[in-house]
């Protein structure tokens, strides 16, 4: 599952008759204004901003995404004493400080303990119950891995100072990760909330229709230009197939591809806006925050693999046109270029300011992403033919408002969560010796941990989001990964990579079955076409890795350039090799030319 609002428990809150309530727009205005607030006010101390963060989230969570009235009178309990316990946390932010995480009282200790049940609560509320196990097994761990024999035990520890860690002071629930939630993330939600409430969407579609429709395999190739554009201010895979799927997989069916294809196409395609710059479901803040590394610099070393993701798409679409009649759009289909020079600016210029002040003006990302969310905000005033109203932007507002902070409430509950793992790691020492018990495996040899790491992010990104399985996979394999030679920030997107694997990998592929229900094919089929398109998801990451001046556009853009070539090429040929109708032994031919490219030359 990706990081988004893919969980049934969001679908319905989407089918909700209140969906755009006034409460729940002005609940979203409260969290937008202080989440961008807290950009322009200055520094706010961790006890303050982050308990809030958690405390605009539960609602969303826990009455708005209720579906049974077990679920919404608790939810409403829930919440009331969960702000308590957040106030209390906000109001007394001084004197907690100075505790430095060992609880006194007995009141402090029924606070901290209903806090990580609320937190893991909320967490499967909000995605399910894979998250929330994880962190529960855990705490466990925190309280019974003393009596643990061997090297996987640990020392024990007060249970005040363990809960008071975790919840009074700036590490579990409050720590970096929370604050990455807080001050950076939850920016750029708010971002493609608003272009997404106006016209952004269809700028994106038109402009894909324009390069790619006239092309063979146009329509497929029009969701694959789409997904890319919008999953570069979305960051959800699931969010994506259900945007651009209602348009591109009705338009592929129409022009006879067959539905499988259809469907494999748009998940395989939206998988990718997790790993295109800017936002990548989340994971490039968090990837800045754990590797210190500038957040332009992730963004470059980010980009040539992300294009070199979807050029295979491409070629697979085209090797599928072996197989199938794959159309173009027909002309009438395609907008005219004047729409999409009037479409593409509500997006483009909300997007250049955002770059603009990023890359020239040097100022953060969260403050330019502010700055470009104003910019979005005054295009909701117009429609596609550019007339101003009113009313169309108090309906604009209110839709991005409701979708602004339900998006933030839900990727704050996830975040928060694995933040609750990563500190129990922390405290106990876990991470060190799962560490030890890879480099021990692999016989301290890099390729063997690296596909023990891959198997790891496989197995955890079926059960947890793309951005709790990185960052918990990271936290336990990437020190084995770097101590054998690779340098972190490559450490890091190779673990981000595999732990994306899960959204066209059976048996948990998120995006895979709203693809499968959008176009009414057996969801294994879908799947099967996604992989097959989807290939280089799982050599991309590997050839990182033989090839590491890829990741260097910023320090080495001709080496990066080149051995983005290299593998581009081979990428080519194994997905026509595996793909295309030609015979055996030539598809054989360039799938093992196609490697030898890629990892010896």
Known sequence: MSLSLSSSSADAGDATASRLHPLWVVLGGVSVIFHLGLIFYGLTPALISRPIHMALALPWILILLAQTPFERWSGWLLTALGIAACGYIVFNE???????????????MTIGVFLIGLTLETARRAIGWPLPTVALCALLYGVFGSHIPGQFGHPGMPVQSFVGTLTISEGG?????????????????????????????RGFMNMASAVAGRLTGGAAKVSVISSALMGSISGSASANVASTGAITIPSMVRLGYPRSLAGGVEAVASSGGQIM???????????????????TQIMAAAMIPAILYFVTVWIGINAYATRHDLRPMAEE???????????????????VLLLERIFLGGYTPQYAASLAVFAGLALLFFDVTLSFSLRGFGTRLAEALFTAGRQVAVIGAII???????????????????????LSLSNEMLWPALLL????????????????AYVICVSVAGPALISLGLEPLLAHLFVFWFALLSTITPPVCGGVFIAAGMVGENWLKVAFKAMALGIGLYIIPLAMVANPDVIRLASDPAGAIFDGVKIAVGLGGISFGVIA??????????VVAGALIIFML
């Open 173 to 201: 629930l409050w720590g970096s990760l929370t604050g990455v939630s807080v001050g950076v993330v939850a920016i750029f939600v708010i971002f493609g909330a608003v272009l997404n409430a106006g016209e952004a969407g």
């Open 333 to 351: 289909e395609r907008p005219s270029g004047r729409e999409v020079l009037i479409t593409s600016m509500f997006f483009a210029v909300p997007f």
């Open 581 to 590: 109708r030609r015979a055996l032994w030539l598809r054989a031919l360039l």
């Open 94 to 108: 001084q004197a907690l400080a100075n505790q430095y995480g060992f609880i006194d009282t007995s009141l402090q």
């Open 416 to 438: 928060i969560c694995a933040s609750l793992v990563i500190g129990v790691l922390s405290l106990t020492g876990l991470g060190v010796k799962i560490t030890s018990g890879i």
């Open 453 to 468: 790491t891959a198997l790891a992010c496989l197995v955890l990104g079926m059960e947890v989001p793309t951005t709790a």
């Open 277 to 295: 710059p800017p936002l990548m479901g989340a994971g490039a803040f968090v990837m800045v925050e754990l590797t210190g590394t500038p957040y």
